[in-house]
């Protein structure tokens, strides 16, 4: 039987993201965000709040970097979720992370999250309901490491941290449950006639 939760974000797996971008002084700001969703084959839509120092960082220099967060580094990727740039000059500093300038776009990418999108800023949406920074994917850039035979990221190397908003977990879990347009075959062809 079903329980009421009442208004609940029910979504699960969130990604654990890691936006990075220079503010107009040139400082890296950095935070976690783990309400944004591709939404587009080169789009990124992450839904910040405005005031954040690296929202504000993205508006000044029209670029940022998305990481995904892994296991090895969630300490770092939750920090920059608890701290703002606001309060703090050095937030990204004592972070312990590492940054190079991208050479696609004037963005920062964090050194330590193995896979980051080079994103220019396409648009701020903003309606009565959204604020949605969007992106367009300009490149990916992925450690050797987290690649298959075929070039391609896998997950279980990857080792990716989930967010669980139901009771603010981080999960990890690479393991492979089926394969998508295929797991529901049987079904489509029956529905299908064919
Ligand atoms: C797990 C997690 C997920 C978060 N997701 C978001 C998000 O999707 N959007 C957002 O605006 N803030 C999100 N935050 C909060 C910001 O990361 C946080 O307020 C941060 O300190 C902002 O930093 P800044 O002001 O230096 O940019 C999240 C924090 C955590 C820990």
């Known amino acids: 039987m079903k329980k ?15 936006i990075a971008a220079y503010d ?21 839509a992450l839904f910040l709040d405005a005031d954040h120092a690296t929202t504000k960082a993205i508006r000044e220099t029209g670029a940022f970097t998305v990481a995904l967060a892994d296991r090895t580094h969630m300490a770092e990727a939750d920090y920059v979720g608890i701290v703002s740039g606001n309060q703090v000059a050095d937030k990204f500093a004592r972070s312990g992370l590492h940054a190079a300038k991208s050479s696609r776009v004037n963005a920062p990418v964090l050194e330590e999250f193995p896979v980051a ?33 075929q070039g391609k990221v896998d997950p279980a190397k990857l080792d990716a941290i989930a967010f669980d908003q139901f009771r603010h977990g981080y999960y990890a879990s690479g393991e492979k ?18």
Request: glycine share 8%; proline share 2%.
């Open 4 to 18: 009421d939760l009442g208004t609940v974000q029910a979504v699960f797996p969130m990604p654990v993201l890691v």
């Open 24 to 44: 107009k002084a040139g400082t890296i700001q950095t935070m976690n965000a783990a309400w944004g969703q591709i939404c587009d084959t080169d789009k990124i």
């Open 117 to 149: 999108m080079e994103c220019t800023l396409a648009e701020i949406a903003e309606t009565k309901t959204l604020f949605a920074v969007v992106g367009t994917i300009v490149n990916t850039l992925a450690e050797e490491r987290v690649l298959d035979e």
């Open 177 to 194: 449950a089926g394969q998508a347009w295929n797991a529901g075959s049987a079904l489509a062809k029956a529905a299908l006639g064919r």
